[in-house]
C-alpha cells in the first residue's frame, strides 16, 4: 500500500470544495413549490422577467446568479422607492462578497497561503448567513411559493469543512511527529506479515503515543475554537429557520422585482372564482377626475414626466386594490403599462401612488381596477400624519394609537405649485407597535437636473396601514 501524501491531500481537498462552491452559485437556491410550480411549467417559455431575460422554465429554480440579476435590475430601477433600493442594494453586496470571497478561498488555495485561505473562508461562511438570514427574514423561503434549495445550505457547510481541512494543514506543518505516526501506523499495517522486529514497532508506537499526547494537549485551545465556531453555526441555522416560519413579506412590489410571491396571477385566479368587482375607464386628460370600480382618481405627470395616480376609495369595507395602467399613442399603439396594489384600505382613505414603468408621453390611457375584500387588518382610518418642513425638507410622524403592532405603513407625498402636481415620493415602514411612531421624511422635489423645484404646498398621504391575519 502506497503511503498517502496528506498535506497534498487536504489541498486537492480544499481546491475541490472551492471548485463546488463556485459551481454552488448556479445550483438552485430558490426552489419553486406549489401552484406557482404547475404555473411556471405549464408556459415554461414564456417571459417570467423580460428586464433580465428570465423565463418561466429559469424561475422554477433561482440560482444565487439570478437572484443577483433580478436584485441588481430593482436596485438600478427603484428611483423613489428608498426602502426597495435598500434592500436591493443589501442582497446585491452580500451576493458580490460571497462570489469575491469564494474566488479568493480558491485562488489562495492553490498558492498555499493558508491564512489567507482562513480569513475569506471565513467571509464566505459569514456572507452566506447573511444571504440565507436576508431571505428568510423578508419571508421569501420558505413560502407558499419558494423552498430553499441546495445551494441554501451548501456554503456553509463547504466553509466549515474547509476551515477543519487548513487547520489540519497546519497542524501537520507545525508538528511532522503526527503524519510520522500515522505513515509510520501504515508501513506497520503493510508489513506486519513480514516485519520480524514486532519488539521495536511496539516501542516506536509507545514513543509516538506519548508524543501524541503532548501534542493533543498543547492543540486543545484549536479544538476549542473549532467546537465554538460549529455551535455558533448551529444556533444561527436554528435561528434562522425559526425567523424563516415567523416573517412576513414586506411589500407586493418587491415582489415584482425579486419574483418572491406573485400575489398578481393568484389574485387573478382569486377574481376569476369569487366575481370580485371589476372595471375599467379610460382618459386622455392630465388631472382628470374619473372613477372606476367605485375607486375615485386622477392622473397628473411631475416635473420630471412622472406619471403619479391621486385618488380614493369609497368602496365600504376593507378592501385590496388592483390597478392596472395601459398607455397608448394617438394611434393607439400600444407603449406601456404600470401596476400598482394597494393592500387593505378602508372607505374614503386617500392615496398617491407613482405608475411606475410608465411611459412620459403618451396620448391616452385605459386604467382597470380590481377591488376584493380584504382578510387583513387596516389601520388606515385610524391613524393621522403630522408633518413640518424644516426649510431643509420635510418630515413627520405617524403615531401608532392603536393596541395593535402594525406591520406595515407606505406613506407617500405630493408636492403643488399652484395647484399642479410638481413632485412625489414614498416611503415605507415596517413593526410599529403600539404607542410608537413611524418617522418619515422626504426630501425636497427636483427635476431631471438634480435642481430644486419650487413648491407653495404639499400633502402627506397614507397609502397602506395592515397587519396581516395569520
Known sequence: ??????????????????????????????????????ELLS??????????????????NLSIIENFKIYKYAMDNSEGIDWVHEEATINVVITIVLIISI???????????????????????????????????????????YTCGISY??????????????????????????????????????NKTEDKKEDKNIQEEKKYNKELE??????????????????????????????????????DDFDDYTNEVDDNKDKDTNNKDNNSNHSS??????????????????????????NIMIGKNTNNGIND???????????????????????????????????????????????????????DYSYTDKLKATSNDTGEKIVGQIKNTTDDEIEYIE???????????VGHSDTLESAVKPGRTANFEFEYPYDNSYDDVEFDTYKVFINEAYTFNW
Open 214 to 251: 503532548k501534542v493533543i494537549g498543547k492543540l486543545k485551545k484549536y479544538w476549542y475554537i473549532l467546537v465554538i465556531v460549529i455551535l455558533v453555526v448551529v444556533v444561527m441555522i436554528i435561528l434562522l429557520g425559526n425567523k424563516s416560519n415567523n416573517s412576513t413579506n414586506n411589500s
Open 411 to 421: 406613506i407617500a407625498i405630493v408636492y403643488y405649485k399652484d395647484k399642479k402636481v
Open 153 to 190: 445550505y451548501l456554503f456553509i457547510i463547504i466553509a466549515i469543512l474547509i476551515l477543519i481541512s487548513v487547520i489540519a494543514i497546519k497542524i501537520f506543518k507545525k508538528h511532522p511527529e503526527i503524519l510520522k505516526k500515522i505513515k509510520g501506523n501504515e508501513e506497520i499495517t503493510e
Open 281 to 306: 375607464s379610460s382618459g386622455s386628460t392630465t388631472g382628470k377626475n374619473e372613477k372606476a370600480s367605485n375607486v375615485e382618481y386622477s392622473i397628473f405627470q411631475t416635473i420630471r414626466n412622472e
Open 43 to 60: 408556459a415554461p417559455g414564456e417571459m417570467y422577467l423580460d428586464e433580465v431575460d428570465l423565463t418561466n422554465k429559469d424561475a422554477v
Open 1 to 38: 500500500m502506497k503511503n498517502i501524501n496528506y498535506l497534498k491531500a487536504l489541498k486537492i481537498f480544499i481546491i475541490i470544495l472551492g471548485v463546488v462552491a463556485f459551481l454552488g452559485l448556479f445550483m438552485p437556491y430558490q426552489k419553486s413549490i406549489g401552484e406557482l410550480k404547475e
Open 321 to 375: 386594490i388592483e390597478i392596472e395602467v395601459e398607455f397608448y399613442d394617438k394611434d393607439d399603439n400600444f407603449l406601456g403599462s404600470s401596476n400598482e396594489d394597494l393592500e387593505s384600505v378602508t372607505k374614503n382613505s386617500e392615496f398617491a401612488v407613482e405608475l411606475y414603468g410608465s411611459p412620459e408621453n403618451y396620448d391616452h390611457y385605459k386604467v382597470f381596477v380590481e377591488v376584493e375584500e380584504s382578510d
Open 103 to 145: 474566488i479568493l478561498v480558491l485562488l489562495f488555495a492553490i498558492l498555499n497561503k493558508n491564512i489567507l485561505v482562513i480569513i475569506f473562508d471565513i467571509v464566505l461562511g459569514i456572507s452566506s448567513l447573511a444571504m440565507n438570514y436576508d431571505i428568510t427574514s423578508r419571508g421569501v423561503m420558505p413560502s407558499d411559493n
